[in-house]
């Protein structure tokens, strides 16, 4: 089990025949069942809501008007996601992914983030959040410098939120798989959310720190293309 993260066991181990360890030849380890809340259950959190919840994981779900409205939401999704505020929703989580309008990225809340996996799937639009001085940070720089004490990672802004219900195959080899750009500066954090990635069918390429991350952001020559991870990385250099 990866440090600091919790888990009841699965029956299915990294390494046997379809996991994302085989396909890289990686050792066997067990999987955990994860507990991982959404901040934002629009397009992109409600879609990862879904498939992290097929992949067998415990999921909350939060939006900010309440838990009371995601009622007939939650009720698609299945038995292993329940409703949530975003505190608790965030205190729940081992890992915890935001997709909410980059104007409210203050609104974390950052003490129950605090030791956490954060996944920033957040993109900064100037139109729509109003004028943000980054100070020469990029967008996830930015968001990391309010959570001093969580582990951010960036992934799962670059791909429309149809094409991550429908495009992910486990069946697929790694390399053939659609890719999902991920960044950030702690390595650990990063081998985590990359196989919860390869748990949904997708592919994880790594563009390097979150200062880096900038090549994941709106207008960047890889914003939403479809790539699979050959290609990705052939773009990449």
Same mark, same amino acid.
């Given at each position: ?108 809340? /950052?003490?129950? %983030?605090?030791?956490?996996?954060? @996944?920033? $799937?957040? *993109?900064?639009?100037?139109? !729509? ?14 968001? /990391?410098?309010? %959570?001093?004490?969580?582990?951010? @990672?960036? $992934?799962? *802004?670059?791909?429309?939120? !149809? ?25 650990? $954090? ?48």
């Amino acid at each position: 089990m990866t440090p600091g993260l919790r888990g009841r066991p699965r029956t299915t181990r990294y390494g046997e025949p379809g996991t994302g360890a085989a396909m890289r030849g990686g050792p066997a380890w067990e999987a955990v069942i994860m507990k991982i809340g959404i901040l934002g259950a629009g397009n992109i959190g409600g879609s990862l809501a879904q498939l992290f919840a097929q992949a067998g994981h415990e999921i909350a779900l939060s939006n900010s008007r309440g838990p009371d409205t995601l009622t007939d939401q939650v009720a698609t999704l299945g038995p292993t996601v329940h409703a949530s505020t975003a505190v608790d929703a965030a205190a729940f989580g081992d890992v915890v992914v935001e997709a909410i309008p980059f104007g409210r990225i203050e609104a974390l809340p /950052a003490p129950q %983030l605090a030791g956490k996996i954060l @996944v920033s $799937a957040s *993109n900064y639009y100037p139109q !729509r959040d109003g004028e943000i001085d980054l100070a020469g940070a990029s967008q996830t720089e930015f968001v /990391a410098r309010g %959570l001093p004490e969580t582990r951010v @990672v960036k $992934a799962f *802004n670059t791909i429309w939120y !149809r094409h991550l219900r429908s495009q992910g195959d486990t069946s697929k080899p790694e390399a053939a798989r659609r890719a999902i750009f991920l960044a950030g500066d702690d390595e650990a $954090a990063k081998r985590v959310v990359a196989d919860l990635i390869r748990e949904i069918g997708f592919g994880p390429v790594d563009t390097g720190s979150l200062h880096h991350s900038r090549v994941q952001e709106p207008g960047a020559d890889i914003y939403n293309q479809e790539m699979t991870v050959a290609e990705a990385r052939a773009a990449l250099g």
